[in-house]
Structure formats: structure tokens, C-alpha cells
């Protein structure tokens, strides 16, 4: 017969082996998502983000989520929206997800796939401005 902390012991690592499964699956997601970005996502990394003074990354878990871009020294976020973004289901679920964010000390931005699309220059223009502004605001 099993003792008490044997029981104990097995349902701990049938815990974290459910956890690391998760986390592994989001690894699995996060590359996949990296390999086979979206139009617009595809569009930003090209004209704005590659090159940028500030070292972004693309599709990385941040807090169990999967971000668009990331960059680390900006504490920024940047997700691009489309139309499945729409729905009242997903706005809610944005929503928090921002919020949990932005209580970690990220900010987060939203840009629209048709604006990436239409008027890349002009989203490239505000962003950088944008990043500037936030490089101040951690860093003086």
C-alpha cells in the first residue's frame, strides 16, 4: 500500500506535466505563428519593425499569451487586429488580455489589418514616434 505522500507526490507531477504540456503547446503555436504570419503581420515586420532601432521580436509568449511583436527594452506590445477581432467574444477577450498585461507594466497596441495594409507609412510614422515616446518615459 501507498503512502500518503506518494499520492501526494504523483498528483503534484501529473500537475506540472499538464502545465508543461500547455506551455509546450504554446511554444509549438508561437513557432508556427512565426513561420506563417498573417498579411498584415507580415507587412509591419517588413517596413517597420525589421530594422528598427529598437529590437523587436515576433510572436512570443508574454505572460501565457501569445504576443504579435515584443520588445523587451520598450515593455511594448503590438498586436495586429482583424476581423476576427471583431466579434463581441474576442473584443472581451482582448480586452482582458490587455488589461492583465498593462498590469505587468506592458503597453499594448492594437493596429487595425487594414491600416497596415492602406497606409503602412503613415502606422509606420506614428509608431516610431510612439517608441520613441515610451524609450523616454522608462528611461528619461
Same mark, same amino acid.
Given at each position: 500500500?501507498?503512502?500518503?505522500?506518494?499520492?501526494?507526490?504523483?498528483?503534484? &507531477? #501529473?500537475?506540472?506535466?499538464?502545465?508543461?504540456?500547455?506551455?509546450?503547446?504554446? &511554444?509549438?503555436?508561437?513557432?508556427?505563428? #512565426?513561420?506563417? /504570419? !498573417?498579411? $498584415?503581420?507580415?507587412?509591419?515586420?517588413?517596413?517597420? *519593425?525589421?530594422?528598427?532601432?529598437?529590437?523587436?521580436?515576433?510572436?512570443?509568449?508574454?505572460? /501565457?499569451?501569445?504576443?504579435?511583436?515584443?520588445?523587451?527594452? =520598450?515593455?511594448?506590445?503590438?498586436?495586429?487586429? /482583424?476581423?476576427?477581432?471583431?466579434?463581441?467574444?474576442?473584443?472581451?477577450?482582448?480586452? $482582458?488580455? !490587455?488589461?492583465?498585461?498593462?498590469?505587468?507594466?506592458?503597453?499594448?497596441? #492594437?493596429?487595425?489589418?487594414?491600416?497596415?495594409?492602406?497606409?503602412?507609412?503613415?502606422?509606420?510614422?506614428?509608431?516610431? =514616434? *510612439?517608441?520613441?515616446?515610451?524609450?523616454?518615459?522608462?528611461?528619461?
Amino acid at each position: 500500500m501507498r503512502s500518503k505522500w506518494w499520492v501526494v507526490f504523483q498528483i503534484c &507531477i #501529473r500537475k506540472f506535466e499538464t502545465k508543461k504540456m500547455k506551455i509546450n503547446k504554446k &511554444i509549438y503555436k508561437a513557432k508556427e505563428f #512565426r513561420k506563417n /504570419g !498573417t498579411k $498584415s503581420e507580415r507587412i509591419l515586420w517588413k517596413y517597420v *519593425l525589421k530594422n528598427n532601432k529598437y529590437h523587436w521580436k515576433k510572436q512570443r509568449i508574454q505572460n /501565457g499569451y501569445i504576443t504579435d511583436f515584443y520588445c523587451v527594452k =520598450l515593455k511594448l506590445i503590438i498586436e495586429v487586429d /482583424g476581423e476576427t477581432h471583431d466579434t463581441e467574444e474576442n473584443i472581451i477577450y482582448d480586452e $482582458s488580455r !490587455t488589461n492583465i498585461m498593462e498590469k505587468k507594466g506592458y503597453n499594448v497596441i #492594437r493596429i487595425r489589418n487594414e491600416d497596415i495594409q492602406t497606409i503602412i507609412y503613415e502606422v509606420g510614422n506614428y509608431l516610431n =514616434l *510612439l517608441f520613441d515616446e515610451r524609450y523616454k518615459e522608462l528611461y528619461g
